[in-house]
């Protein structure tokens, strides 16, 4: 592809030269190569598999409705309305969600949405900062990964929009799957860098993860932090999903891990680790929902902001999530909610929250404890929620009314 830009039909694609030049030339540390191989496959939610074979705008919005929760019952569940009512519905803020191939129909998909929910109309901007991402139905292409990524990336972007309506979103798609182990987070770092550098986004969401395991070895993983850093440094805020196969994960070839393992990047200490709990109505659910992922990293020490809960997780290692939100959908849906949230913070707060976790941790924030449920999985013994923080729930849910002004509070 030649070098500079094109833009059309709200795409802005960076020649893969330039994007690579420029935004290796700013930070300190090198962004990881790219990814030299493209084996394995991705551990989709149910409701981004349930994608596969959608072609048309018409066959999207359907499966979307099928597998989505609706904006009444969330936006009441989870307390907004008294936040939107002094105007703080997430304008003047940026949130995107960080996808492989993403949707290139989603402006037609949110469009819909909206129509039947009485939201706000909003222009989603995709970007592809990494090179041109392909269709679904291009050369070389696995149709049914690229198509469950459209759905994935179609969730995050109704999720975002129905907690925070008023907030800018942002698709950041990549061209190489994100396949379990190192293939395709690469790339996704690069986007990263480039939209650090560029100011393209204040939260990003990832609705992805692949076991610590999955990786060659911890250096792979810890090689990705940089961009991630770089990014934290500039007040970018990230959330990530916590998993959906309970206190285990997929192994490259399919199967489950017989063993407990973390997630990356939910265990990361640089982002927010969102796990899942039951479907929410008039109030937030207090119970676990059964599949999400969580537990202790073995890959990452006990962060500093972590040590009040230390008696709790009896452990030196990170323990994740940090949070929980809905997650029926799967935690892909639990992350771009709380990033939504995160939005309006960020809003009432006047600017970027950078990194929260240390505020999350430091006895100020408002939380709806999460009290019931575990995350055994395929055999694996898990975690059990209870009273206060625990090691599968983090600190639990929230009431936005109450959780947003508490954290905004707690980061000044």
Known sequence: MARGTVKSAGVLVVGAALALGSVAAAPAVAAPAPSQHTSGHHDFSAAARSFVGADTVAQKVQRLAAAAPQLPRLSTAYDVKPLWDKGIDGKGITVATLVSFGDKDIQSVIDSYDQSHGLPKTTVQILEPVGHVPGCRDSGVDT?????????????????????????????????????????????????????????????????????????????????????????????????????????????????????????????????AVGGTNSVSGKPNTTLWADSGGGLSKVYSRPTWQNSVSKITNSTQRSFPDVAMEGTSGTSESSPLFAAVLALAAQSK???????????????????????????????????????????????????????????????
């Not at 798609?173 to 379990?180: G, R, Y």
């Not at 997929?250 to 489950?256: L, M, V």
């Not at 013994?381 to 936005?400: C, E, H, P, Q, Y």
């Open 144 to 272: 049914a990964t690229c198509q469950s990524w459209g759905g994935e990336t179609d969730l995050d972007v109704e999720m975002i929009h129905t907690l925070a309506p008023g907030a800018k979103i942002v698709v950041i798609a990549t061209p190489v799957a994100e396949t379990e182990g190192i293939d395709g987070l690469p790339e996704m770092m690069r986007a990263v860098d480039y939209a650090t550098t560029n100011k393209s986004a204040d939260i990003i969401s990832m609705s992805f993860g692949t076991a610590e395991d999955n990786f060659d070895s911890n250096a792979q993983i810890t090689g990705l932090d940089p961009a991630l850093q770089r990014a934290s440094a500039a007040g970018i805020t990230f959330t990530a999903s916590s998993g959906d196969s309970g206190a285990t994960n997929h192994t490259k070839s399919g199967g489950y891990w017989n063993k407990r393992t973390a997630s990356w990047p939910a265990a990361d200490p640089n982002v927010t």
């Open 350 to 412: 006047g600017g970027r929250l950078g990194q929260v976790n240390p505020a999350l941790y430091g006895g100020k924030v408002t939380y709806v404890d999460v009290t019931s449920g575990n995350n055994t999985f395929n055999g694996v013994t898990g975690f059990a929620a209870a009273k206060g923080f625990d090691i599968v729930s983090g600190w639990g849910t929230l009431d936005a009314a109450k959780f947003v002004p508490s954290l905004v509070t707690a980061l000044r």
